[in-house]
């Protein structure tokens, strides 16, 4: 006979869940915080680094212009022996930011000129992006939105978004939310959650996408506290923004995993980048280790837009094209990115990569196969 204490008392194992819930959400927010703590949070923080006395004042300098933010798990991934070192590249201020050439932009993809709200863009019918925040938890020296980051900068408050939700559900014709910044998985989670409701109780949006660096600089974030604010009845997708392979670490594979087994769809968009993956190799590696290792489609390879001060980190259209029909005869279709270029008047994402078709003669075209033969394609098709 089984006496009443061999019975657990329901209540207070759901207490004692709960509260073992409460420890483990505590220890997960401790460790990313301690991550932020230790890292690059000021321009001071960069005396710490093992930068010679003029690199050191020559990223000093940088860093009045752009604002530097290093979370420790991503300094600890370049190798300060190298001075070319692809991570470093990427956060490290240098001096060739200063440097500002005609025909670039505060604003590369018009932004703001398609801003009918404030922290809105509504550049395409079905979707809009929303800005919930201006702060990130790195920051990346060739960012496309610095200007704003330094310009508006500020963070999230519920009332500064009101005027954007109330313009979304008086557009029925949207469909997509973008959460993009600043970095939304910076936020509390708090903050998430709340976003996450005020747009699902618009009844006609039915996606949310954020895009985030979150998962790469700073994967510690990437917390059961944070998925769950996120988990409600819209479908989620994360659209992380890893750029080499040796960004793919361990804990990234683990936030990674993660985000996946909350149910959201991953996807990765690539900046090229001169210096940091503007090889066929290191671009190949990337994108497999993104599909096979982490369950991330590689979705866009960009070209680097127009942002002030970063014309050293460009590569041409034309060496972009070249890499991007060497990746497409390497890399399966899942493997594969699409190369684009954001237009500058806010005409879109446009795709830069192989065009295959040479020639049309009424119903048969002359296409190039991946083996670089030209053939003949005779379309047949039903006639009314
Ligand atoms: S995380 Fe994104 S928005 Fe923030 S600085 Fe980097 S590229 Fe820009």
């Known amino acids: ?13 759901v207490d004692d869940a709960s509260m073992a819930a409460d420890d483990e959400r505590a220890h997960e927010d401790a460790a990313w915080q301690d991550d932020v703590r230790a890292g690059v949070r000021h321009v001071r923080d960069l005396a710490s680094l093992p930068l010679s006395p003029a690199e050191r004042a020559a990223a000093q300098a940088a860093a009045t212009r752009h604002k530097v933010r290093i979370p420790k798990a991503y300094l600890d991934l370049i190798d300060w022996s190298d001075p070319a070192d692809p991570i470093r590249a ?34 395409h019918a079905d979707r809009v992006l929303l800005f919930p925040t201006y702060q990130c938890a790195v920051y990346c020296r060739f960012c496309f939105r610095k200007e704003s980051l330094t310009s508006i900068g500020r963070g ?55 895009h985030t660096r979150v998962p790469v600089a700073l994967p510690s974030r990437i917390t059961a506290g944070l998925v769950q604010a996120l988990q409600g009845r819209l479908m989620v997708t994360v659209v992380t923004h890893f750029n080499h392979a040796r960004e793919i670490t361990p804990a990234a594979e683990a936030a990674c995993r993660t985000l996946r087994q909350g149910g959201f769809v991953l996807l990765n968009q690539s900046v090229l980048l001169k210096g940091v993956n503007d090889t066929v190799e290191v671009l190949e590696e990337l994108c497999r280790e993104l599909m096979y290792r982490l369950g991330v489609k590689p979705y866009y390879l960009h070209h ?57 003669d009424g119903e048969t075209w002359r296409i190039r196969g991946q083996d670089g033969e030209v053939r003949a394609y005779t379309e047949v098709v039903g006639h009314p």
């Open 1 to 13: 006979m089984t006496s009443h204490l061999d019975i657990p008392d329901a209540s207070m194992a």
């Open 90 to 123: 990427q956060v490290i201020p240098s001096p060739e930011e200063l440097a500002e050439q005609e025909g670039e932009f505060d604003d590369p993809i018009a932004d703001h000129a398609f801003s009918p709200v404030p922290r809105l863009t509504h550049r």
């Open 156 to 210: 999230y408050t519920r009332e500064a978004l009101e005027p954007a939700f109330a313009y979304i559900e008086a557009h029925p014709e949207i469909r997509e939310v973008i959460l993009t910044g600043g970095d939304p998985l910076s936020l509390p989670d708090k903050a998430l959650a709340e976003i996450r409701a005020r747009i699902e109780a618009i009844p006609h949006v039915r996606l949310l996408r954020i």
């Open 304 to 360: 680097g837009d127009l942002a002030r001060g970063m014309a050293h980190r460009r590569t041409t259209i034309h060496q972009g094209q070249a890499l991007a029909s060497a990746l497409r005869a390497r890399l399966s279709g899942i493997c594969n990115p699409v190369y684009v270029l954001d237009l500058p008047d806010g005409g879109g994402k446009v795709p830069l990569g192989p065009c295959h078709v040479e020639a049309r």
